[in-house]
């Protein structure tokens, strides 16, 4: 067998089997440290790392798998489809909260980087992090920031994001389900709409939403993003 | 019963042929991009063909949720192997891991307070009286 093809099954399967594994684990302990979207990465550092190999040799064993997030950008097309009596009913409330959100994303974490420091691809490969996989991968090659400090960047946000949604709502009066869902949807993608799930239906609805518009809008908007400087 | 009736049928009863239906779309998307210079991703074309076509009721909904499914439920898995990008920054672990963490806790935080107030002030103003509970 070439050693090419060893690679493949061997880093595919222990990511899986990995991420199978902590998604188990996450459902019986639902702790925000337990997230599949943390702890999968870590236990695959870890061998990585203990096996004296490289991300390189890692990442050549499982690119496949990160292709499949364009078929999963397609996918966004249904729930998009069977949330439309909301988007219908909805649209100007959602519209303006999803361009101030992404305005102030962008703005704040430029901003931000700025004031302590960190500048040039780093800078730039934080902004689009709010937005959810494969939307915030592409627009960061766009705007000439690093697709996989991004990708970084986004899990990241995601746990956090899911952590910072349950204290904003303890502390503040959040009154309709359409803003606790933006929240969510905005601020922590994918991670943020399974927490909104859990709170209730609508909100989990209005975040899956929120998330995949505000991925094809910054998008659609990284040629102006681009113009900030790195 | 039309071949397209029959297609729906048997994509309905058929999860796998679901999942190679949408990654279908994605390679469709791909080829247009790739044939029409367009500066878009091919899965986003991807997606508005398909969201045309379910619009449009060329296509039900049944024919292709399940598939559709398939892929969103674990995406998180799809981008694990990206993540591990950080071995090649050992930056990252030192004190600019820091200032990216604390750019990321303020900003996500600002950005959900802004999103959330924005939403409910827009609701009150548009004139729905009932803010409180269900949206």
Same mark, same amino acid.
């Given at each position: 067998?070439?050693? @090419? ?7 595919? @399967? ?47 064993? #499982? ?37 101030? /959100? @992404? ?12 004031? &302590? ?13 709010? +937005?959810? #996989? ?10 000439? /920031? ?7 960047? +986004?899990?990241?946000? /995601? ?54 518009? &505000? ?16 | ?9 048997? %994509? ?32 986003? *074309?991807? $997606? !508005? $063909? $398909?969201?045309?076509? %379910? *619009? ?5 909904? %049944? ?13 998180? $898995? ?18 600019? !891991? ?5 750019? *990321? ?31």
């Amino acid at each position: 067998m070439p050693e @090419s093809l060893i690679h493949i099954l061997l880093w595919s @399967s222990l990511t899986i089997g990995f991420y199978w594994l902590s998604k188990r684990i996450y459902r019986r302990w639902p702790r925000w440290w337990l997230m599949p979207l943390a702890v999968t990465p870590l236990l695959l550092m870890m061998v990585v790392v203990s096996f004296h190999e490289s991300y390189r040799d890692y990442i050549d064993g #499982t690119h496949w798998l990160v292709l499949l997030l364009g078929p999963a950008t397609v996918a966004f097309a249904i729930p998009i489809y069977e949330q439309r009596g909301l988007i219908r009913r909805h649209w100007p409330v959602l519209l303006v909260g999803m361009l101030v /959100g @992404s305005v102030v994303s962008i703005l704040s974490s430029w901003g931000l980087a700025a004031l &302590v420091g960190l500048d040039g691809a780093i800078r730039l490969s934080l902004l689009p992090r709010s +937005v959810s #996989t494969p939307f915030a991968m592409e627009v960061s090659g766009e705007i000439g /920031g690093i697709p996989d400090l991004t990708a970084v960047f +986004v899990v990241i946000t /995601g746990i956090a994001g899911a952590v910072l949604g349950d204290l904003i709502l303890a502390r503040f009066r959040i009154a309709t389900a359409l803003a606790r869902g933006s929240l969510f949807g905005l601020g922590a993608h994918g991670a943020g709409t399974a927490r909104a799930h859990q709170i209730g239906a609508t909100e989990g609805a209005v975040a899956g939403l929120v998330m995949v518009l &505000v991925g094809l809008l910054n998008v659609l908007a990284a040629p102006l993003v681009a113009l900030l400087p790195g | 019963m039309t071949a397209r009736h029959r297609t729906a049928r048997f %994509l309905h009863h058929h999860p796998a042929a679901q999942v190679l239906t949408v990654f279908a779309f994605w390679l469709l998307g791909e080829a247009v991009t790739r044939l029409g210079g367009i500066p878009l991703p091919g899965g986003i *074309i991807g $997606l !508005g $063909l $398909l969201l045309f076509l %379910l *619009i449009m009721r060329r296509i039900s909904s %049944l024919s292709i949720r399940r598939g559709a499914g398939w892929f969103l439920s674990d995406m998180l $898995l799809f981008f694990v192997p990206a993540v591990l990008a950080v071995l090649d920054h050992p930056e990252l672990f030192g004190l600019t !891991g820091l200032k990216i963490l604390f750019v *990321i806790l303020t900003s996500t935080a600002l950005v959900m307070l802004a999103t959330a107030f924005t939403v409910d002030r827009c609701w009150k103003y548009l004139g729905h009286r009932e803010a409180s509970g269900h949206a």
